[in-house]
């Protein structure tokens, strides 16, 4: 198995609401990432977790809150969205750091 | 902070014409990735490159790592419709961190 998988493809949440983003790799992968990327734009780092610990997390806003449970799944829960939130979120995996990373087909993500 | 241009911005051929796109940052990476994005999708790796000087290929893809460390280039041949899409280069920029690339968008004429 040579995929990054994510649940759901797409998403439409209120600003009130609490949703969660899934991702999946069996890969044997250690390291796993959150991306945001917003149209015409390239992809930019949100969280990182390697041996499923928190190892990066780049400023952002706590209503996005990661967790690993396993070294094969990755959630992004989301609550108290804004709209300016609302974008493509992908996931990718390496095997380990600075590895190459392998992403996943992504949520699209709209907040309403 | 650390950017990487990607030139050029947009570019339209015709079918069966080679492509060529490269990308330049102010700062030195150790490792190049190239990937290719189709609207609504998730990046695909197309190539790695780990050593200045590299020059790697992948089918009708050809990629190489600058000798400065501060390019690199991505060479499309023989182009056809399914090359649409754009294409991101990321340098490594520390540990876990790729910098991505402003993306090059290519569009096939057939």
């Given at each position: ?112 | ?16 014409e080679d492509v060529s ?54 060479n499309i041949s023989a ?32």
């Amino acid at each position: 198995d040579t995929e990054v998988t994510q649940t759901p493809k797409h998403l439409v949440m209120g600003m009130t609401n609490k949703k969660s983003l899934k991702c999946e790799q069996h890969m044997g992968h250690r390291a796993m990432y959150w991306y945001k990327q917003k149209a015409k734009k390239p992809p930019e780092l949100m969280f990182v977790y390697s041996y499923e610990k928190l190892s990066i997390n780049e400023s952002v806003p706590s209503r996005f809150s990661p967790e690993c449970p396993n070294s094969s799944l990755l959630n992004l829960h989301l609550h108290a969205l804004q709209p300016e939130d609302s974008a493509l979120y992908l996931c990718a995996s390496s095997r380990t750091r600075n590895n190459e990373q392998f992403f996943g087909p992504g949520t699209r993500l709209t907040v309403l | 902070g650390q950017q990487l241009n990607q030139s050029p911005q947009s570019m339209f051929i015709q079918e069966g014409e080679d492509v060529s796109m490269n990308c330049t940052s102010s700062s030195i990476f150790n490792t190049w990735l190239w990937y290719k994005q189709d609207p609504g999708e998730g990046p695909v790796l197309l190539i790695a490159l780990y050593k200045a000087g590299e020059l790697t290929s992948n089918g009708r893809l050809t990629a190489q790592f600058g000798i400065t460390r501060k390019d690199s280039f991505l060479n499309i041949s023989a182009s056809i419709p399914s090359d649409v899409g754009i294409y991101f280069c990321a340098g490594l920029a520390g540990t876990y961190k790729y910098i991505f690339g402003t993306g090059t968008r290519l569009k096939v004429l057939a």
